[in-house]
């Protein structure tokens, strides 16, 4: 059976596609619209999924028009937004690092995150604004630290990996005596926005994560082909016409910005950006960095995990975030299981 299809259009332009890859993706963005629609008609008030589709069409009632479309679409919006954020941002950090654990989780851009967001609420008691810029900023601010840090001729996986990891130990040591020296309802404060949340999100956190994944994901993915060309190595790609290090560096900045800004809107949600990559690469079996495929991932999943936070624990709701880092912990483990017997690790 043929995994690969070559589409030709007149003037000699021809288009190589993976039948596997775009049936998955097909599959998974039907599941995603699912999902949206059962999570938006679940809540204290449930409305059924074909009153959800009906009243997204225009065509229901009062009550049904301001709880779905004020109420609960915000916070969808939003989930799968950030969740295809984090899916894509974790696909370029592990094609770059070449390395399955080379995800911002690791390398400490949720940490950075933490820390912008942790110095607005603890040292200038900020507004919900002034916290998710303080994120955005911390975020972008500890990306280029490890980008610096790890630049020797070049940008090499493996010391950016290790750069990363040193930079995470040092801001989450800061977050701690933040916490620390703060009063206890800035901590409590605090300790909510760090378990990563979805609750209350409103059309103020839409716009802005709407309009980034706008513009960074097709520039993104016109730069995916001398990202497979990388995974050969900077010698193989130079030869073959790849700017390395002008791609390198822009995708690595496209993705910080996706990481950094899915955390000011949701907070430090855990291992999305670990894990859909992986599961993408293990439903596609095609080789390569598989962008759209983990960005479909990280919004199903991110959706997927925020209606278990709601109706899997009985009543009580539990934040997102919370959710992700127990399944996103114990696929880490699984997957340090699966390297070491590979004999990678």
Known sequence: MKTHRVLRAPGGLSLRLDVRAVTVVVLLLLATLAASVVLIGTGDFPIPAGDVVRTLLGDGNAGQEFIVNELRLP??????????????????????????????????????????????????????AQVTLGALVG????????????????????????VGIGV??????????????????????????????????????????????????????????GLRMM????????????????????????????VATATAAAGPVGFVSLTAPQLAR??????????????CMGAALLVTADWASQRAFGAD???????????????????????RRAGRI
């Open 75 to 128: 916070r969808v919006l939003v989930g799968l937004l950030v969740g295809a954020s984090l899916g894509l941002g974790g696909a370029l950090f592990q094609a770059v690092t070449r390395n399955p654990l080379g995800s911002p989780d690791v390398l400490g851009l949720g940490q950075g995150a933490t820390a912008g967001a942790l110095v607005m609420i603890v040292l200038f008691s900020g507004s919900a």
């Open 317 to 339: 709701q539990l934040p997102v975030g919370v959710v992700t880092g127990v399944l996103g912990g114990g696929y880490l483990l699984w997957l340090l299981v699966a390297e």
């Open 168 to 225: 995470s130990a040092i801001v989450t040591a800061v977050n701690g005596y933040l916490l620390t020296v703060s009063d206890i309802v800035d901590a409590a404060r605090a300790l909510v926005w760090m378990t990563g949340s979805l609750n209350g999100r409103d059309w103020d956190q839409v716009w802005p994560l709407l309009v980034l994944c706008a513009v960074l994901v097709p520039l993104v993915l016109a730069n995916g082909r």
């Open 282 to 295: 293990r439903l596609t079996r095609s080789p390569g960095p598989n962008l759209l495929p983990s960005l």
């Open 231 to 258: 995974e050969m190595g900077d010698d193989v790609s130079h030869a073959l016409g790849v700017r390395v290090e002008r791609v390198r560096a822009l995708l690595m900045v496209a993705a910080v910005l996706l």
């Open 139 to 162: 975020g972008l601010a500890t990306g280029l630290a490890i980008y610096l840090l790890a630049w020797k001729r070049g940008v090499h996986g493996y010391r950016l990996v290790l």
